[in-house]
């Protein structure tokens, strides 16, 4: 199949006021490829489909480029496929393709079998504004196509643009398309192809929350992560803790209890805080230094009694808690958690495998020590 192959007009690295290094960001470009689709290495892949100008390419640019939601509107309508190489660290290392709306399955030309064979998760994307009932027919045909190719991708749709409708509204919208796209998998007899679906808008938290959860599903560390967490939360005095990508707001992992958008918001308000304090006050007299580093460290106290306490994991990493002002009298106690928890997610990513045993055992010794003061 010769398919039209761009690589993305935007790949410059993520900056505030020139305070990340040139290699913190999304976007990093490739060698020119072609048109050759099938030379794409073994990173997980995630396709972006959907009609025209149904949002693909502003979900793409607001959530790995930074760009402002204002600013997709002078987006053009995509034409091509083009691939995005997001590369912010090792452990998420993945590739969205972004396809054209008008493409044509019935085209004898269209190679399903190289495009759905390496992919690991395809993102339907489906106005919630427009009649949707085009939209409900391309979502069966492609993923009724894709399953019969790759059984094992993961099948997302994001119900896009809910911020112009109302609460009702969105509920109703979010049924009725949850209700018609199953059962026209049950007409086909296509039941076992489970469809995940999520309200989103890029105009709040709700694009960055439903991405969350679709790359936790390439992360095989994911429910050694959430051990690790539920772990150290438990036996902290912590309420929530989430393990944020720092430049896309994603998070690569949670504890187990249930994610609550304002606690999620807030997090996310924290590490933009912080980054924007940083570029102010915390590079050099001559511009240089870097706003986030091994050093970053911060505690916010809100007028609740809450607090939030953020922490460096990695390069591209932060731990961000919320807790009880009582809770954090014992700050010894949770740096020290911390310090132990932090060693074995480095292990987990820099080994490629479950911690070792020592590194858990010290980490419940700390807590469990700790719980008994």
Known sequence: MSVPYTEPAMTESYCVVDSFPKDFGYGVEEPDMEGDLSSADSKPRILLMGLRRSGKSSIQKV??????????????????IYKDDISSSSFVNFQIWDFPGQLDFFDPSFDNEMIFKGTGTLIFVIDAQDDYV?????LHLTVSRAYRV??????????????GLSDDHKVETQRDIQQRANDD?????????HLSFYPTS????????????VVQKLIPQLPTLEYLLDIFISHSGIEKAFLFDVVSKIYIATDSSPVHMQSYELCCDMIDVVIDV???????????????????????KLNNTTVLYLREVTKFLALVCILREEGFEKKGLIDYNFHC?????????????????????????????????
Request: hydrophobic fraction near 40%.
């Open 63 to 80: 959530v790995f480029h930074k760009m402002s939601p204002n600013e997709t509107l002078f987006l053009e309508s995509t034409t091509k």
């Open 134 to 138: 085009e939209a409900l027919g391309m």
């Open 150 to 163: 790759n059984p094992e991708i993961n099948f997302e749709v994001f119900i896009h643009k809910v911020d």
């Open 185 to 193: 998998l049950v007409d086909v007899s296509l039941e076992k192809l």
């Open 202 to 213: 890029i105009y709040d938290h709700s694009i960055f929350e439903a991405f969350s959860k």
């Open 278 to 300: 940083s570029c102010i006050y915390g590079l050099m007299a001559d511009g240089s230094g870097c706003a986030y580093d091994k050093e970053s460290l911060a505690i916010i």
């Open 341 to 373: 928890l932090r060693k074995a997610i480095h292990e987990v990513f820099e080994v490629g495998v479950p911690p070792s045993s020592s590194s858990l055992t010290s980490l419940k010794y700390a807590a469990l020590n700790g719980s008994a003061v």
